[in-house]
């Protein structure tokens, strides 16, 4: 193939250090829409060229977030976040009222089984799991959604590209899917974005970004909409919301575990080897005993590497133990 495309100026590479060498490449934007941790290399180099990062990617801030930023902020790379929420708090954050920012909310679909108990939960398939009442999405992120891991993952995203601390990142379910983010600020002030549930709507925001371009979507016709609801997130029935917090206090070396084991979770939730009500007992064992280790050194990229790939390994024997028994 390579031998064939040469003769035409076309050159070909396979493999993680060529999607690391293209992410870095001369481009007006760079949009890294990547699933899972295999993103983060090529995103970390992406800010280290200096690029302007369209990142669709959850999963490699809440593995490596303060060297991606560190990296962007070094070398005058702009991160422009494609998902929805964050996206949405991008387009109402206030750089220069900063100090007055009250909090900053992420809304949340609720999933299919926004309803369910935890009895019921247990009966949950993949093929209902992948059904999403708003969205179309990837499998992974689908069955995050499903779990409210997604938020949590979001929630850990949100503290490194919004300076505003943990505990000022909240979370409100709201099911019709049309307020994606707000800003609330100390004079009363509250900065909501709305728009139909569409990827187009942050997509096209970040490829024109600083301007606005058309899109192809419908207009918002809230009449037609009717009534939007809110409602506060249940992490009794949600665990995985509860978990990432959890890891978010503790630091990088535990959202980074998290992250890892949660991936292995779904995999193995997917291919029908655990449960749905598995995949968050796993998580949480996971980080345990990452912690009663020690996660190790989260100072460049290789130390990050070792802590997913020990996490997985974790995971992976908890998981063959609990079959096993």
């Not at 490449?25 to 060229?49: C, H, N, S, T």
């Not at 560190?70 to 991008?90: K, M, Q």
């Not at 089984?113 to 499998?139: C, D, I, Q, Y």
């Not at 992490?235 to 630091?251: H, I, K």
């Amino acid at each position: 193939m390579a031998d064939a495309l040469a003769p035409h100026g076309l050159a070909t590479a396979a493999g993680p250090a060529a999607l690391a060498e293209l992410a870095a490449m001369e481009a007006d934007r760079v949009v890294m829409a990547i699933p899972g941790f295999a993103a983060l290399a090529p995103a970390l180099a992406a800010a280290e060229a200096g690029r302007t990062l369209c990142l669709a990617n959850t999963e490699c801030l809440v593995a490596a977030g303060p060297l991606v930023v560190r990296a962007a902020a070094r070398h005058g790379a702009t991160i422009l976040p494609v998902d929805s929420e964050h996206n949405a708090i991008f387009q109402v954050y206030e750089p220069a009222a900063e100090r007055f920012i009250r909090r900053i909310v992420l809304t949340a679909s609720g999933g299919p089984f926004r309803t369910f108990s935890r009895e019921e939960m247990r009966a949950v398939t993949p093929a209902m799991a992948l059904k999403h009442p708003n969205w179309s999405m990837g499998a992974k992120i689908t069955i995050d959604s499903a779990t409210m891991m997604n938020k949590g993952l979001e929630v850990i995203e949100a503290f490194h590209l919004y300076p505003v601390g943990a505990e000022r990142v909240g979370v409100v379910v709201h099911p019709e899917s049309v307020i994606h983010g707000m800003v609330e600020y100390s004079d009363g002030s509250v900065l909501a974005h709305m728009s139909n549930p569409t990827m187009v709507t942050p997509i096209a925001h970040c490829l024109n970004w600083p301007e606005r371009g058309a899109a192809p979507v419908n207009a918002l016709d809230l009449v037609a909409r009717g009534s939007l609801t809110c409602e506060a997130p249940d992490e009794t029935r949600f665990p995985c919301l509860r978990l990432a917090r959890e890891a978010l206090l503790e630091g990088v070396g535990a959202t980074n575990t998290l992250n890892a084991a949660n991936e292995v979770a779904v995999e193995a939730f997917l291919g029908g080897a655990i449960g749905y009500t598995d995949i968050a007992e796993l998580v949480e064992r996971t980080v345990g005993e990452m912690a009663a280790d020690g996660f190790g050194d989260t100072v460049d990229l290789s130390g990050v590497v070792d802590i997913d790939q020990r996490a997985r390994h974790l995971a992976r024997n908890a998981m063959a133990m609990s079959v096993a028994r």
